[in-house]
């Protein structure tokens, strides 16, 4: 009777919070400031995390997930991976000396052997990411005890998590800020525990990425659709 | 039904009891302190040579330099460095200058690093998710004849995020390497522009702008005297 009660709320608990779970909320928003992209077979882009400060810390997982994104939605346009580009250009995209704006990477541009090896990968565009993501909220608790008879976890946690990025794209020929995608991401997770703890994660990076990926390709692809700005 | 998903719940708790044991063991293996010989991986910096003769010289201390940790509660218990650091003021200095040996005789300038400070932080004692580690050291510059020119500090910084099966070996390698890196980057972009670097550039530049034309001169000198010689020899 006891086992059936126990059981019957952990099913509930399970339920409810396989409800609500991985439940993201995800806005992105883009801004075009050049109508023309141009490219030719072989051309390259690269996209990178921005590590300035001990504060601006971007997960090199998401600027891979963005550059694999970019890598399946996009055709004959070679995605150099970040650790790749960083190595072969050290030291001028570290933490410390990496270019802030177009007009610096105009500057690092005029050291002659940079410039030749940018020439020779054919690299054309710059896709820069900066921001995180962070918990912003928790909730709940719960125990677990171990004893010679076994173990387990009783209780209930909820947290939520926030994803804010912003990508900026740099033309490479003309030194300009040619687009900029932002995506803020919000998903609360939850974990059960009846015994054994189910955790329902909600994947707010992965879901950041999924969104601004897209978003990206289709800025590339000019697939962007009604309601892009335009400056011109 | 009941008593079926009660075997299997206590056959899963058994299971996680091992597994919880294996866990408890991981941290309680994670909390000792441990001894890290850095592996640098350190790129060959992408710069222009200039034009300078530099021999770098590795002291003994600095060549033996491991971080030895006194408090027995915190994370390292030492730190290899040494090996690590050669190789990236080796890689920095022989892609920015002409190393030289010490005694050539066309030496225009003596690199001697010296480290000043080391310091860490682990997740432990933070409580953030990251290996941190600050690097400082000092480097003299000595002109040929081995009297002072400059002292030029550098600090470097590097931190690694804590990741699922990371061990602290591994994070403490990575963030060491972080902080190499860093001071590399600024030694590569920065050795340049060093206002004394700079003049001791300029001043070799203009001597090799001359060197042809002050030959160029004594030929013409020479050539000069030739002709009077031979002129004189006709009268």
């Known amino acids: 009777m006891i086992n059936s009660k126990i059981f019957l709320r952990a099913s509930l608990a399970v339920t409810l919070a396989g409800i609500a779970a991985g439940c993201t909320t995800i806005n992105v928003d883009q801004v075009r400031l050049k109508d023309t992209l141009e490219w030719e077979q072989g051309d390259a882009m690269v996209v990178l995390g921005r590590h300035q400060t001990p504060e601006i810390q971007t997960e090199a997982s998401l600027v891979a997930c963005i550059g694999g994104k970019l890598r399946a939605g996009t055709k004959n346009i070679k995605i150099i991976p970040e650790p790749e580009f960083v190595n072969a250009f050290y030291p001028w995209f570290e933490a410390r000396t990496a270019p802030l704006r177009p007009k610096k990477l105009q500057k690092v541009l005029k050291v002659p052997p940079v410039a030749q090896k940018l020439k020779a990968m054919r690299i054309k565009y710059f896709v820069w990411v900066e921001g995180s993501t962070e918990r912003t909220a928790s909730a709940g608790s719960m125990s677990c005890s171990i004893g010679p008879g076994g173990g387990g976890c009783f209780g209930f946690g909820t947290w939520e998590d926030t994803s804010d990025y912003e990508t900026t794209i740099w033309d490479v020929a003309t030194f300009e800020e040619v687009g900029r995608v932002s995506t803020e991401a919000v998903g609360t997770s939850y974990m059960p525990a009846f015994v054994v703890p189910i955790p329902l994660l909600a994947q707010v990076e992965g879901d950041a990425c999924k969104g601004m990926g897209r978003q990206l390709v289709r800025f590339f692809n000019k697939t962007d659709g009604d309601g892009l700005k335009i400056r011109k | ?235």
């Open chain 2, 1 to 235: 039904m009941i008593a079926t998903n009660h075997k299997l719940s206590l056959g899963l708790v058994k299971k996680l009891a091992i597994r919880w044991l294996g866990l408890v063991s991981l941290v309680i293996l994670a909390g000792c302190s441990t001894k890290v010989t850095v592996d640098a991986d350190i790129p060959r910096p992408l710069v222009e040579k200039v034009p300078l003769n530099v021999h770098v010289k590795f002291t003994d201390e600095f060549r033996n330099h491991v971080y030895e940790e006194n408090e027995k509660k915190r994370s390292l218990s030492s730190l290899d460095l040494a090996q690590a650091q050669m190789q990236m003021f080796s890689a920095v200095f022989s892609t920015l200058t002409n190393l030289v040996s010490a005694d050539d005789p066309s030496k225009d300038l003596t690199v001697v690093p010296e480290v000043l400070d080391f310091q860490y932080t682990a997740p432990n004692e933070t409580k953030l998710k990251q290996y941190e580690i600050f690097l400082k050291y000092r480097i003299k510059l000595l002109k040929s004849d081995d009297s002072s020119l400059a002292d030029w500090v550098v600090k470097g910084y590097g931190k690694t995020p804590t990741a699922l099966l990371t061990s602290a070996p591994q994070a403490f390698n990575s963030a060491a390497n972080v902080a190499l890196r860093d001071v590399g980057a600024q030694l590569a972009t920065r050795f340049p522009g060093q206002r004394k670097i700079k003049a001791m550039i300029a001043s070799k530049t203009e001597q090799k702008e001359q060197a042809p034309l002050a030959a160029s001169v004594e030929n013409q000198q020479e050539n000069g005297y030739a002709q009077q010689t031979e002129g004189n020899q006709d009268d």
